[in-house]
């Protein structure tokens, strides 16, 4: 037992030596960086001016909140005009009142002010309006200490802009205790290693962007179960358990070179016998932080007015300053401290030799600070600049990667399958219900069916959720109290053997659900350690793949029999796309304003009702954005969730996915005669048709055919059928420049105006097409007369194509785009044939057929070709929403991989993406930029020659950029009321959105 104390001292004197020999050749990096003598100049210089008086409240730092009363403005005037102190520390306020408050203290002020501040989460811990960050216990769940770097960096930008040069963090106390008070979430965890890290990594990140960083609380506050703002707490631990533990992120943050140390209120008996705070301890301030651990930098106490401070009788700055402190942090009274602090001179239980060393180690700081000249905080634009974008991309970068998954049995997550699995999401807890960022962001990835505890019971949750026999269950909680839901969490837990509990809780509440984690039907866990709309989405994220699962257990846990160390953690990488902020892929977040501006003013100007806009880049949509009504006057806004009708993008994106696809399994060759596999086409002019000039428009296949003329019964009118100008009877407007005869109607032989077995598909409102109908139009296409075989857009073209994959597949064109591609994609809103599965509402109408259907069309394709040919034809019919179709991109960017599954070979995506008709712009079923030719383009003049894409009659467009990692989709309904519609063309919304974005790139 001798033997192993003896050790023990040894090794701590060993420690304590080799502490010592760092600390006399470590010097704080602050310093370093200066020019010494220009500094020791500047601080002789200062410190000659000062009278004794004023170089004692040198070390004074005062609490101000603002100086918007007189009562304030004159305790400020005490403080700086009469006092003359060193610093102050900001309290809550407004950011504009602060301002004025520092520009009044700094204009009063003979030596500038060091301007301090409490921010531990940001300056949302002190004012409005400003960005908040996340606690530091969530952090501790990041593995990547370069992110609490930019962090810091960030917090660093944002607290010089607003003047203020010190921060009081990072928070170093390993909080040991569960049952802290007042510690908890502001540390980053109970693991020494992992808090020294966090902190330097931040602190580092503070002090390159011009902050002082404060470390805190020393020597520990993590293992305490008071709070020192109350009381004087005891730590009761050994020097040997201090060492270990307490003592730790202290000594390596010491040793990585960090300017500022903070001391705290606390009775440690280890380190000092006397019941006094350490803060007030020599052999704690002076002997252990300075001379055995070699700190050098300042050293700040925490706050006087505390009441574990005046626990010791006496001056609390004159304790504080034979203790060996530095700077005196918020004294109750400055006169009265000043005075107390001569009387100690004088008495000689101070030296003014102490004094003058202290105030010129300030003054150095100062220096080094940029404080050798006036300050002032300008005041225009300053929320706009403490909101400017990187502050947004560290926000996101902290939360997507602080995300736990604890438990992923199977490799359930990120989820998969999406097609057959039948999902039903549970919150509990939310502010919002069902409109929360929870359910939200689930509904971009995938089919669910919501459920919301605000609204039922969970006993009647649970029944609802057993009767629809889900096979997956997403369960979320959200609290940020002491949880009430463990219960109606384990209601849930009988209704489905395939759950995913989601606990968006303060980390020791964790264990409060301890009999859910471990229930075998909860087959995955998801931690996400606070309640907030970031951190709903990037648990969302995570379990659909959008987000990478990086996060690891910053404190350890006992869920019943099982423990989970602190580090715990199952990563996966992101299978799918995920939702950011522009910024965080490198472009200005500006861009989302601009993308308003533009579609609002075309909303405004009549160019079209509503659209939806996406932009990704870098597998993330920085946009998702919705304008306007899905026609006007009906009062029903656009949402992300509406569906557009996509007009020839559906060639694109419908049926030359379905070619892919066929092409991908070996169906055909591009080479190869489409005759092979349409019988109409073995003709001689068309039996040698390819299906590559099928998809380069190069068949000399007419632009398309003539519904009007092929649909009216020529035995009910006599004459031309439509005229360019009216007369008796050509009185109805089918578009400018064209009347149709008024006494024309519909042929019977091949519609009807009722559903029959023979008529058995709604074509429009009170119209009925069948086979027959389909085989007319192909018969009529098989048949046309073909010109010369050069480039001509062409609608027969794609319904040739289709016609070809419906041959070989056996499967109507519907049916293989939404097995193959879009069930899959989870792009559930996209289909042929809408109004079978949605309600009209949730669709934008499109034009007014004043002719043909007679009616506005809402919910059927608006092309009547694809129209009259049963809504699933090759050249359109397809309808989509923006989220939907950026998956589809997404796939193709990444090569023909998506959610981890494999949609096709990757030689196919290149070929089809990169191969180009060497006769025209066109490619294998996409349009491209015309090189050379911006004026001749569909794309916006600054796409790439790599972009590929479609634009839509009805105002639609989709372009990929391979070599810019990105994409752009812009849905409107440009034709409702009417195709002619110039504005449109004047506001040019889809391609000045498409410039902008590109513009927005950051070089």
């Known amino acids: 037992m001798k033997l192993t104390r003896m050790f023990t001292v040894a090794l701590m004197l060993a420690m304590t030596l080799a502490s010592v020999a760092r600390g006399e050749a470590k010097q704080p990096n602050m310093l370093k960086k200066t020019d010494k003598a220009k500094m020791e100049e500047w601080v002789e210089s200062t410190f000659a001016k000062m009278t004794p008086d004023e170089r004692i409240t040198q070390l004074f730092v005062m609490c101000v909140a603002s100086c918007s009363d007189e009562p304030s403005r004159a305790r400020l005037e005490n403080y700086v005009a009469k006092n003359q102190v060193g ?370 019971s969970a006993s009647a949750v649970a029944a609802k959720v057993k009767a629809g026999n889900f096979n997956t269950l997403i369960v979320g909680v959200e609290s940020d109290k002491e949880s009430p839901f463990a219960a109606s969490v384990n209601a849930l837990l009988p209704t489905c ?176 005669a489409a005759s092979k596999y349409i019988p109409g086409l073995r003709r001689p002019d068309k039996q040698d048709m390819t299906f590559r000039s099928l998809l380069y428009h190069e068949t000399g296949m007419p632009p398309s055919l003539s519904m009007w003329q092929m649909m009216m019964d020529p035995k009910t009118y006599k004459g031309a059928l439509i005229t360019n100008k009216k007369d008796a009877n050509h009185t109805i407007l089918i578009m400018a420049g064209a009347y149709g005869h008024k006494d024309a109607k519909l042929r019977t032989d091949i519609l009807s105006d009722k559903k029959t077995d023979v008529f058995n598909i709604e074509i429009a409102d009170g119209i009925w097409g069948g086979k027959c109908t389909y085989d007319s139009i192909m018969n009529r296409i098989y048949a046309e007369k073909l010109g010369p075989k050069k480039y001509l857009y062409s609608c027969l073209n794609f319904s040739l194509l289709a016609n070809a994959v419906e041959n070989i597949t056996h499967q109507p064109l519907n049916v293989i785009t939404h097995d193959n591609i879009f069930g899959p994609l989870g792009a559930y809103h996209t289909m042929y044939r809408p109004l079978e599965k949605f309600d009209r509402d949730e669709i934008a109408y499109t034009e007014v057929d004043t002719y043909l259907r007679r009616q506005h069309i809402h919910g059927y394709v608006h092309d009547e070709l694809a129209a009259f040919s049963g809504g699933v034809q090759g050249n359109a019919g397809l309808f989509s929403t923006g989220n939907d179709l950026a998956k589809l991109l997404q796939m193709w960017l990444n090569g023909g991989t998506y959610g981890g599954e494999r949609y096709y070979k990757p030689e196919t995506v290149k070929l089809f993406t990169t191969d180009k008709s060497p006769r025209s712009h066109r490619g294998l079923g996409f349009d491209k930029p015309v090189v050379g030719n911006p004026d001749a383009s569909n794309t916006c003049e600054e796409a790439t020659p790599e972009t590929f894409g479609h634009t839509g009659f009805t105002g639609t467009c989709f372009w990929v950029d391979p070599a810019n990692d990105m994409f752009y989709i812009f849905l409107s309904n440009r034709v409702s009321p009417t195709r002619s519609n110039l504005n449109f063309g004047r506001i040019s919304a889809r391609s000045h959105i498409h410039s902008l974005i590109y513009k927005s790139i950051k070089k």
């Not at 929870?438 to 459920?451: L, S």
């Open 497 to 672: 053997d395939n759950i995913v509990l989601v606990l968006m809780t303060h980390a020791y509440d964790i264990e409060k659900y301890s009999s859910a984690i471990n229930n075998p039907n909860v087959k995955a866990v998801v931690l996400t350690y606070e309640k907030s709309d970031i951190a709903e989405d990037y648990a969302v994220q995570t379990i659909f793949g959008g987000n990478a699962a990086k996060g690891h257990l910053p404190i350890s846990l006992k869920c019943g029999d099982k423990q989970y160390a602190v580090g715990t953690g199952i990563t996966y990488d992101a299978t799918r796309l995920g939702y950011t902020v522009p910024a965080e892929v490198g472009m200005d977040n500006y861009l989302l304003h601009q993308i308003d501006s533009v579609a609002s003013l075309g909303v405004r100007e009549k160019a079209f009702p509503g659209c939806q806009v996406i932009v990704g880049r870098h597998g993330k949509i920085v946009a998702k954005m919705s304008f306007g009504e899905i026609a006007y006057g009906t009062g029903i806004e656009v949402t992300d969730n509406t569906l557009y009708g996509l007009a020839s993008v559906s060639k694109a994106t419908g049926t030359l996915s379905a070619v892919m696809k066929v092409y991908d399994n070996g169906g055909f060759q591009l080479d190869e």
């Open 87 to 456: 610093g102050l520390i900001y309290m809550d306020s407004d950011m504009d009142e602060l301002a004025k408050t520092a520009n009044m203290a700094q204009s009063m002020a003979k030596v500038p002010l060091m301007i301090t501040i409490d921010a531990e989460w940001g300056l949302s811990m002190r004012m409005p309006g400003v960005p908040h960050f996340q606690r530091n216990l969530v952090l501790g769940a990041i593995d990547d200490d370069r992110l609490l770097y930019e962090y810091g960096r960030e917090m660093a930008r944002q607290l010089r802009r607003m003047g203020i040069h010190v921060s009081f963090a990072p928070v170093l106390d390993v909080n040991d205790n569960p049952q802290n008070p007042v510690i908890g979430t502001r540390s980053f965890g109970e693991d020494p290693d992992l808090v020294a890290r966090h902190g330097i990594a931040y602190a580092r990140g503070l002090e390159d962007g011009g902050v002082m960083a404060v470390g805190k609380h020393f020597p520990g506050h993590g293992s305490s179960s008071e709070d020192s703002h109350k009381t004087l707490p005891v730590i009761n631990k050994s020097i040997d358990e201090l060492s270990l533990c307490e003592f730790a992120p202290f000594r390596k943050y010491i040793d990585a070179g960090l300017s500022g140390m903070l001391t705290a209120h606390l009775y440690v008996p280890a380190i000092e016998k006397e019941r006094k705070p350490s803060t007030m301890s020599r052999k704690c301030v002076t002997d252990l932080l300075q001379k055995q651990m070699g700190f050098q930098g300042l050293v700040f106490t925490d706050a006087l007015n505390m009441q574990g401070a005046l626990a010791m009788p006496g001056s609390p700055c004159v304790n504080a300053l034979l203790a060996g402190n530095d700077v005196l942090l918020m004294p109750l009274n400055a006169d009265g401290e000043l005075k107390a602090v001569k009387m100690a001179i004088e008495a000689g239980r101070l030296k003014q030799k102490d004094i003058d060393e202290r105030c010129k180690k300030i003054l150095r700081y100062k220096y080094a600070l940029g404080l050798t000249q006036k300050q002032t905080v300008a005041a225009t634009s300053l929320k706009d600049d403490l909101n400017k974008g990187q502050a947004d991309v560290v926000k996101h970068r902290l939360a997507s990667s602080s995300v736990t998954v604890l438990k992923n049995e199977g490799s359930i997550l990120p989820l998969g399958n999406l097609m057959k699995n039948r999902i039903a999401v549970v919150t509990m807890g939310s502010d919002k219900g069902l409109k929360s960022m929870f359910h939200d962001r689930a509904d971009d990835y995938a089919e669910v069916t919501a459920f919301d505890l605000n609204k039922e």
